[in-house]
């Protein structure tokens, strides 16, 4: 498991302070899976700080949601805030503004058991991917950027109450958002997954973008075979 270095931490002790109470209460009432209602529109939870920021101080100690997403992130250099080092924390921590969806540990806990039949140590290793020559075009890289969007899209310009939407991400491949005729919010990725917000984790409003949390990892292809 990669942990924080001590430079990305201090940068982010004082969001932590104010966001960790808060996530832990949020994410109980969050745990029916996102299944819930949940009509489209503004409803930011937590501000303050970049969308990389928010997501380590939930995270910080090691106990939040995202200990999985920043592991995998890892792979591609240390997780800090310097610039140069990462090159998905640079992207997330810019003032470009983007949307991220962001899966939670059980998300990728779920992907790495039916990745692990596929690709014999993934679980423990996630990194592996990069290395394997079926996923040569669908590298991790890929797969983190399809949760990534231009601009500061919150629910109500993700989801389309009439009408099925695709998203464009920054993988070049798009997702397809709609809701269901009991209103609940729903991502389709190529895998043909169902995604649903984990309600209400979803937009959570950060100075360079909106994070929405999702409880599967978008698949930017369809996998092929299952144990």
Known sequence: ???????????????????????????????????????????????????????AAVNDGGNGEFN???????????????PGDNLIIDLLNGSDKYTLFAPTDAAFANLLGRLEPLFPGVSANPCILDDNEDLSMNTLFTV?????????????????????KMIPTLAEIDITSYVTADEVPVLQDVDNQEVFVVAPLFNINAVNGVIHVVDAVLLPIDLPGDA
């Not at 994410?27 to 489209?40: E, H, L, M, Q």
């Not at 231009?150 to 109500?156: A, H, T, V």
């Open 68 to 82: 999985n997403l920043l592991t995998v992130v890892g792979c591609f250099g240390p997780v800090t805030l310097v």
């Open 1 to 55: 498991m990669y942990k924080l270095s001590t430079t990305f931490k201090s940068a982010t002790l004082a969001i932590a302070a104010s966001t960790a109470l808060l996530f832990a209460a949020t994410a109980v009432a969050g745990s029916d899976n996102g299944k819930s209602k949940g009509k489209p529109g503004k409803n930011m939870i937590l501000e303050g700080g970049t969308i990389a920021e928010i997501a």
């Open 144 to 164: 983190l950027t399809y949760h990534v969007t231009e601009g500061r899209r919150f629910s109500n310009s993700v989801f389309n109450s009439n009408n099925a």
